[in-house]
């Protein structure tokens, strides 16, 4: 069996692990554009500030590729696939025969439409490559501007303040994290923001970018004509599954490439993992993009293992973020800015310490834990199972009222007591 692995991050990486669970002597071949063995992506902004060395970038060494025997195509983009002859064509010319594909692309930045995007010194900050580009031209320079509040805008912030460059960040929704966080906790992450020395501007967004006569960015001009002066921007708005790939093929793509529970797409030996794929959203009871490692890695191995004959699969996921804002840990998972009276919500906050919890009914659909977030697997657990906790809830979320008791409760059902898993 020849498989082709297009893609070498997490997704990629489990198709490997998923294969050799049952298929030992089939070849597999991985492509990627980047010419680097598997790294963590999350990682970027510590590296870009220097806490993580190049060398601790790497979550699978090269040792993992030759024991898999896996045959490496690195620095070279994957330009067209033709499902009826069974073969990827590069853009070198070359062409790479399978019998079974795992499409693993992942997701591109979205750059709108904007004036002055020509300008020099602009990045986005999805690849270890941005964040070589940034730290390469940062020496003298004196202000940034992050376009973006989300979970990467805030890491690129951090990473851009930590080389001694005032940072402001433009959020066009009402708070940063504003999908994830509630008004309380994210008036808490953005004070963290603020008393680090980043500068945060919501409820608007840039228009235009400007630029020197050597054409390097030089300042953005807000919606409203505020003009932010900046030699380094960041362009970190979100992610959209890159479907690129599959756009001229018979593959079923709505926002991402289509598959069902065995990650496998219309195409009967073609499959998708990660960030391009459109699978179950268990609290959504729909087919949506949920862009998180865990979920890459998961479907991947998922993929991998029915390439290779299992049958195996996917339970369905749901929106999860966990991030630490200079010291300050933040998780969140499930239904966290509920919509409507139908929710049951509970909430404790004593300074940078906040916790929410949000039922609908018997279940623990969502959560957020701002300052200590011990246990938080516990309570993802419970919304991803969709457990039935009504033997729990009133104890539950008494306890989340008070300091130091919270996980007294969740230990006690851990460890056997009543409600335990």
Known sequence: MNYVIIGNSYAGIGAVEGIRERDRAGEIT?????PYLAYARPLISYNLEGRVTARNMYYRSAGFYKKNNVRLVLGKRAA????????????DGAVVPYDRLLIGTGGRPFVPPMKGLGAHNVFCFTKWDDAKGIKRIAPGKRKAVVIGGGLIGLKAA????????????????????AVALDEVSGAIVNRQLRENGIRTVTGHTAKEILSDRRGNVCGVILDDDRRLECEILVIAIGVRPNVDLAKNTSLHIVRGI????CMMTNIGNVYAAGDVVEAPDILNNRDSVIAIVPLAYEQGRIAGCNMAGGRRTYAGGIGMNSVEVYGLPVMTMGITNQANQKFEVWTYRKGKVYRKLVFEGIRLVGAVLVGQVDYGGVLTHFVRSRTDVTDIKEELTVQVLKQGEFGAVLSKIMNGGQGSL
């Open 30 to 34: 991985m492509i990627s554009d980047e």
């Open 80 to 91: 067209g696939i033709d499902t009826a002859r069974r073969r990827i064509s590069l853009e």
């Open 158 to 177: 951090e990473g851009i303040n930590a080389l001694g460059l005032e940072v402001t960040i433009v959020e066009l929704g009402p708070r940063v994290l």
């Open 258 to 261: 289509v598959v069902d529970k």
